[in-house]
């Protein structure tokens, strides 16, 4: 079945430090991949997403491109803010399969210090 | 309104006890889902209504019984409920389900079981 990995946390960093935080997935097709960030106490946001390969989604300077060769999608930021901190979960979603929902990684703990 | 509502947020309960959470979102989405969440872990994907269908229930013990009157609202009933289903349960909702779709969730209910 569809399975996301993602390396262990807490990773944490020094303001304006660069980040990278590994993703990689196990699909039967061609699914779409996405970055969510869940900030405490709150639900989960879409950060971005890539649809077909070699796609590159970004947004607040984070970045990620889906590589089908290597099948990954890690989440790239060049310089890390306080206001950064958060739990970021890798996930996918497949057509092929007909199952139209998530399949989530096991998030990774981002902490930034002043 | 880009937002989806979720009450109540915090929600303590017995047992025998029977209680319901509900979901409200008004952006016309017509897909709407439960997940629940673990602490430190992903969500994980309980019931899926796709215009006010069940389209997807991921085996879910029949303790927890969605609900979803309208397109702008989704509910879940708890009776019976066991200590281990103590969580966090998110509700998200989508345009129409496809699967690259961005998924808007709430800020969740969390829920202890004693």
């Known amino acids: 079945g569809d399975s996301v990995t993602q390396m262990e946390g807490p990773v944490t960093l020094s303001e304006e430090a660069c980040l990278t935080i590994n993703c990689t997935y196990t699909a039967t097709g061609y699914p779409s991949l996405f970055w969510y960030v869940q900030y405490p106490g709150e639900g989960l946001q879409l950060l971005l997403k890539?649809?077909?390969?070699?796609d590159k989604g970004s947004n607040k300077g984070f970045e990620a491109t889906y590589r089908k060769e290597t099948t990954s999608f890690h989440l790239e930021k060049g310089s890390v803010q306080v206001s950064d901190s958060a739990v970021y979960f890798c996930?996918?979603?497949?057509?092929?399969?007909?199952?139209?929902?998530?399949?989530f990684g096991s998030g990774t703990r981002l902490q930034v210090q002043p | 309104d880009t937002e989806v509502t979720q009450t109540p947020k915090h929600l303590v309960m017995g047992m025998t006890n029977k209680k319901s959470l509900k979901c409200e979102q008004h952006m016309g989405h017509r897909a709407m889902y439960w997940y629940k969440q673990k602490a430190k872990k992903p969500p994980e994907l309980m019931f899926v209504?796709?215009?006010?269908?069940?389209?997807i229930n991921e085996s879910v013990p029949s303790r927890f019984s969605p609900e979803c009157p309208n397109s702008s609202l989704l509910n879940l009933h708890l009776h019976a409920l066991q200590p281990e289903d103590s969580a966090l349960y998110l509700c998200?909702?989508?345009?129409?389900?496809?699967?690259?779709?961005?998924?808007?969730f709430g800020s969740g209910t969390q829920l202890s079981v004693l």
């Open positions: 890539a649809t077909k390969a070699d």
């Open positions: 209504y796709s215009y006010e269908k069940l389209s």
């Open positions: 998200a909702s989508s345009q129409g389900g496809s699967h690259n779709e961005k998924l808007f």
């Open positions: 996930a996918l979603s497949e057509l092929v399969t007909g199952r139209r929902a998530l399949t």
